[in-house]
């Protein structure tokens, strides 16, 4: 999350120049700031846009919704672009369906007045950082504005993508708004306090997170950020997608450095043709020591088991089952559980928000559920993208959605 005290700034500018010029007994009665409201320019292409997120963001919670991109607003170090105007329609609608919609149904529409960020900015770009290989995806200023990045690469029909991209990042910054107002309970801090690395998280892989007990790379970066990303991460992942990161986090990885290159190029390639197995699958594989042009050595991430004297085969117990090792002392599934616990009761106690209410009201609204509200699965097992699912009639929900920018054309005759 980025901080910035460009509106504070700002504010106290205008403080310092008003009191330049004034006394303490002045009579301020009338507003020194033009607020007349002046109207949409109906001739305007963009008018159905605009008016819709002005009675549907700005009119029920103060909040603009910028998608013709401000240099201002914008963060100079990168080289950015708008977000084309198809594009931001179908953020617009869906921040209102899949975001605003949720918490006004399961917390109420107060707690959006009072909480919900003023701005929300939109750019078409992503915002790489080449020092750290990582991209921008979405920031909190101030507790007043989110910014969300490569709207350009929205895909409606990848509700996966879709989350990670955006929705994710919403829940994940209103999150960080949400802990400017109330601070989170500092014993979260201690849970995992030590494994926390803000330099290369990136280089963490996902399954190695979890064991550690984050639930996300980015988690691990640091304790404001495993906070959020909880929350986050939770409310948009589903049922099974949740179960099977938990499954995940059930097991510890090790990283072994001095995995003689030659070996593991040959026994790899077994495994692709079916001639051996690997006992747990290397996560990846990077390079930590040459001889002239060639690797030497490769690092492996692999699940902790019990394996023979030379630690490269696993040796299986009276069963012939793998042992797997918890020699780090605790199991990162009950680590996150409990850091679910502290972030749900926090969220209940401080904002009367029911967390597994918002998680299903989301859960409900990306993938198709019958008459009875149950998921309806495909024949391979999997959720159906609710946005995207044809009706008998051949139209869409995500059709419905933009019909409700579309109907302000009439306006315009």
């Not at 700002?10 to 507003?31: E, Q």
């Not at 490569?150 to 895909?155: H, I, K, M, R, Y």
């Not at 197995?277 to 019990?306: C, E, F, L, M, P």
Request: net charge negative.
């Amino acid at each position: 999350m980025k901080y910035t005290f460009r509106i504070a700034f700002m504010a106290l500018a205008v403080s310092i120049a008003l009191g330049m010029g004034s006394c303490s007994d002045d009579d301020f009665t009338d507003s020194i700031f033009d607020d007349t409201e002046y109207p949409l320019d109906r001739t305007l292409a963009t008018f159905p846009l605009d008016t819709f997120v002005k009675k549907n963001f700005l009119e029920p919670y103060n909040l603009r919704y910028l998608y013709k991109m401000q240099d201002v607003g914008s963060n100079m170090e990168y080289n950015l672009v708008p977000c084309t105007y198809e594009q931001s329609v179908t953020l617009a609608v869906l921040c209102k369906y899949l975001w605003y919609d949720v918490y006004k149904e399961n917390v109420g529409e107060e707690f959006l007045k009072m909480y919900s960020p003023r701005i929300i900015h939109v750019i078409g770009s992503p915002a790489f950082n080449p020092s750290s290989g990582t991209m921008l995806l979405g920031t909190a200023e101030g507790g007043l504005k989110i910014t969300l990045y490569n709207a350009n690469a929205l895909q409606p029909n990848d509700i996966d993508l879709l989350n990670e991209w955006f929705f994710k990042t919403m829940h994940h910054e209103f999150s960080h708004i949400l802990n400017q107002r109330f601070n989170r309970p500092t014993d979260f801090d201690l849970i995992s306090n030590g494994l926390y690395n803000s330099v290369s998280w990136q280089d963490t892989p996902d399954s190695v997170a979890l064991s550690q007990g984050f639930i996300s790379p980015y988690g691990s970066s640091q304790q404001r950020e495993d906070w959020v990303e909880v929350i986050a991460n939770y409310i948009v992942k589903d049922t099974v997608y949740w179960n099977q990161m938990m499954e995940t986090a059930s097991y510890q990885w090790e990283l072994v450095t001095d995995v003689d290159a030659t070996e593991w190029r040959t026994f790899n390639g077994k495994v692709s043709q079916g001639l051996a197995d690997r006992d747990t699958v290397g996560y990846y594989v990077r390079t930590t020591s040459t001889s002239g042009n060639s690797d030497a050595t490769y690092a492996i991430q692999r699940k902790a088991v019990q394996r023979d004297a030379d630690n490269h085969y696993a040796v299986p117990d009276e069963n012939g089952d793998i042992v797997y090792l918890h020699t780090q002392g605790f199991i990162g599934k009950d680590v996150i559980q409990e850091k679910l616990k502290y972030v749900r009761d926090w969220l209940k106690e401080n904002f009367n928000y029911d967390l597994e209410a918002v998680r299903m009201g989301v859960q409900r609204r990306q993938w198709v559920t019958d008459e009875n509200g149950d998921f309806v699965l495909d024949a391979n097992g999997h959720f159906q993208n609710n946005l995207v699912f044809v009706r008998p009639d051949g139209t869409t929900l995500l059709d419905d959605l933009k019909a409700e920018v579309e109907k302000y054309k009439e306006l315009q005759k």
